[in-house]
């Protein structure tokens, strides 16, 4: 079975053996690699609930505390099928990667529970939010470990966690020492949320395909054509964002089936009809008739080889292989999931020419929008989205632009120009702190 947690620790070996010769002595930068490999603090185990039939069941949960060198641990968590310890350890050191690389002060984490929530009552969604920050305990809190949504949790699951937690401290009088409301970030707007940060992902990724526009001389956006794998909060904002910017977003699919509209779609009107239909396949037209019209039916494979100048993966890893890699016709890939490419596909598209703008700056727009959050909550002072945008936008831009210029120089990928200026920064934050 695929190891997510070696690729990413190969990922740092290759970015590592580029960096070492920044650094003159060799064995303290050896050192410093040899902790970056591991999460700091792996948390694991069971937590058990009573379901609506009476009958209690229980799921194996994990966090990966993997950086905290740069502040503290930050990262989404997950409900999902195919959750494991190495996909929730090599998602940690992804998102140390992700806060460095748009220079956020955060470390990365990640947690994770093997659930399929599809199968849940709301209820029984609940008391597994809030057993899972039971389980978590003071482990995680504003200035120590903030969790955030990731593939399946929701503003309403942050919203519980913040209660639980906050019922937590109060059960040991110290819910005054701290902001609970700053203990999560994702939260609901009713709730300390963020103005902006339901959007802020797909949305920052679409500031990263303006600025790669202007770098590559990109004259008429409306036919810059673009296929997007993945239909949930990420693929959804990122094609409502790109196709309000003038970019002609032809293909979108959900983890059933997708569509191909040559024309360009709506991404407001499909996501109307998944929702009504259930399925993105389903809005398709079929032999018969064509009463929803949006163009013809796709799968998830056919998808990433579309002959687009874009493809944006936008819902889990491992899906750009050394299999598919070779089929692949666009020209740019924006990775706005989370390790959709493995290592071996990476090369294969190196050698091919196709141009990655890695996970860890493409959609950092999150994790970023999560940082203005927590800073509103701290401080007890929230933003209008104007505000919010302005900050979002040039913090983008400015990773972008520091990254590009390491990849122009170099002569390198763009991810080994990220990872570069990323490990960099963790790691000169392991010596400023003398922990190596
Ligand atoms: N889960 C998102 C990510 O992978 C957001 C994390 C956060 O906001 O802390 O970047």
Same mark, same amino acid.
């Given at each position: 079975?695929?190891?997510?947690?070696?690729?990413?620790?190969?990922?740092?070996?290759?970015?590592?053996?580029?960096?070492?010769?920044?650094?003159?002595?060799?064995?303290?930068?050896?050192?410093?690699?040899?902790?970056?490999?591991?999460?700091?603090?792996?948390?694991?185990?069971?937590?058990?609930?009573?379901?609506?039939?009476?009958?209690?069941?229980?799921?194996?949960?994990?966090?990966?505390?993997?950086?905290?060198?740069? %502040?503290?641990?930050? &990262?989404? $968590?997950?409900?999902?099928?195919?959750? =494991? !310890?190495? #996909?929730?350890?090599? /998602? *940690?050191?992804?998102?140390?990667?992700?806060?460095?690389?748009?220079?956020?002060?955060?470390? %990365?984490?990640?947690? &994770?529970? $093997?659930?399929?929530?599809?199968?849940? =009552? !709301?209820? #029984?969604?609940?008391? /597994? *939010?809030?057993?899972?920050?039971?389980?978590?305990?003071?482990?995680?809190?504003?200035?120590?470990?903030?969790?955030?949504?990731?593939?399946?949790?929701?503003?309403?699951?942050?919203?519980?966690?913040?209660?639980?937690?906050?019922?937590?401290?109060?059960?040991?009088?110290?819910?005054?020492?701290?902001?609970?409301?700053?203990?999560?970030?994702?939260?609901?707007?009713?709730?300390?949320?963020?103005?902006?940060?339901?959007?802020?992902?797909?949305?920052?990724?679409?500031?990263?395909?303006?600025?790669?526009?202007?770098?590559?001389?990109?004259?008429?956006?409306?036919?810059?054509?673009?296929?997007?794998?993945?239909?949930?909060?990420?693929?959804?904002?990122?094609?409502?964002?790109?196709?309000?910017?003038?970019?002609?977003?032809?293909?979108?699919?959900?983890?059933?089936?997708?569509?191909?509209?040559?024309?360009?779609?709506?991404?407001?009107?499909?996501?109307?009809?998944?929702?009504?239909?259930?399925?993105?396949?389903?809005?398709?037209?079929?032999?018969?008739?064509?009463?929803?019209?949006?163009?013809?039916?796709?799968?998830?494979?056919?998808?990433?080889?579309?002959?687009?100048?874009?493809?944006?993966?936008?819902?889990?890893?491992?899906?750009?292989?050394?299999?598919?890699?070779?089929?692949?016709?666009?020209?740019?890939?924006?990775?706005?999931?989370?390790?959709?490419?493995?290592?071996?596909?990476?090369?294969?598209?190196?050698?091919?020419?196709?141009?990655?703008?890695?996970?860890?700056?493409?959609?950092?727009?999150?994790?970023?929008?999560?940082?203005?959050?927590?800073?509103?909550?701290?401080?007890?002072?929230?933003?209008?989205?104007?505000?919010?945008?302005?900050?979002?936008?040039?913090?983008?831009?400015?990773?972008?632009?520091?990254?590009?210029?390491?990849?122009?120089?170099?002569?390198?990928?763009?991810?080994?120009?990220?990872?570069?200026?990323?490990?960099?920064?963790?790691?000169?934050?392991?010596?400023?702190?003398?922990?190596?």
């Amino acid at each position: 079975m695929h190891n997510p947690y070696k690729d990413a620790v190969t990922q740092l070996e290759l970015v590592a053996k580029r960096l070492a010769t920044e650094y003159e002595d060799k064995k303290r930068f050896a050192a410093a690699v040899a902790v970056l490999k591991k999460p700091e603090r792996l948390l694991e185990g069971k937590i058990e609930i009573t379901l609506d039939s009476g009958k209690k069941q229980a799921f194996q949960v994990f966090r990966s505390q993997h950086s905290s060198a740069r %502040g503290p641990y930050k &990262g989404g $968590i997950r409900f999902h099928p195919g959750v =494991s !310890k190495e #996909e929730v350890q090599a /998602l *940690s050191l992804w998102m140390s990667w992700k806060t460095a690389a748009v220079d956020i002060p955060y470390g %990365g984490a990640k947690g &994770g529970i $093997i659930v399929d929530p599809k199968k849940l =009552s !709301k209820s #029984e969604l609940e008391k /597994l *939010s809030r057993a899972y920050v039971r389980f978590l305990g003071t482990a995680v809190g504003p200035w120590i470990d903030v969790p955030a949504p990731d593939v399946n949790t929701t503003p309403q699951i942050m919203a519980w966690m913040v209660d639980e937690y906050q019922a937590m401290l109060n059960e040991t009088n110290t819910a005054h020492l701290q902001n609970p409301l700053a203990s999560f970030t994702g939260k609901p707007l009713e709730l300390g949320g963020s103005q902006g940060r339901e959007e802020a992902t797909g949305l920052g990724g679409v500031y990263i395909l303006e600025e790669l526009a202007k770098k590559l001389n990109w004259k008429r956006k409306q036919d810059i054509t673009i296929a997007i794998q993945g239909f949930g909060n990420v693929g959804y904002w990122f094609a409502y964002h790109a196709d309000t910017a003038g970019y002609k977003v032809v293909a979108v699919s959900d983890s059933k089936s997708g569509i191909y509209v040559p024309e360009g779609l709506d991404p407001v009107r499909t996501l109307e009809c998944k929702k009504e239909t259930g399925q993105i396949g389903a809005c398709a037209c079929n032999e018969k008739e064509c009463n929803v019209s949006l163009g013809t039916k796709l799968s998830n494979e056919a998808l990433l080889e579309l002959d687009v100048d874009v493809l944006v993966p936008a819902a889990l890893e491992n899906v750009i292989t050394a299999e598919n890699a070779k089929n692949i016709k666009a020209k740019t890939i924006i990775e706005m999931a989370n390790g959709p490419t493995t290592p071996e596909a990476d090369e294969i598209l190196a050698k091919r020419d196709i141009r990655v703008i890695p996970d860890i700056l493409a959609n950092a727009g999150g994790v970023s929008t999560s940082y203005f959050e927590w800073v509103q909550n701290l401080s007890g002072y929230s933003w209008s989205k104007a505000e919010v945008l302005a900050k979002l936008q040039p913090l983008m831009a400015t990773a972008f632009e520091g990254i590009w210029s390491v990849y122009a120089q170099e002569k390198t990928t763009v991810r080994l120009a990220a990872y570069q200026v990323a490990v960099k920064r963790v790691i000169d934050a392991l010596y400023l702190r003398g922990r190596v």
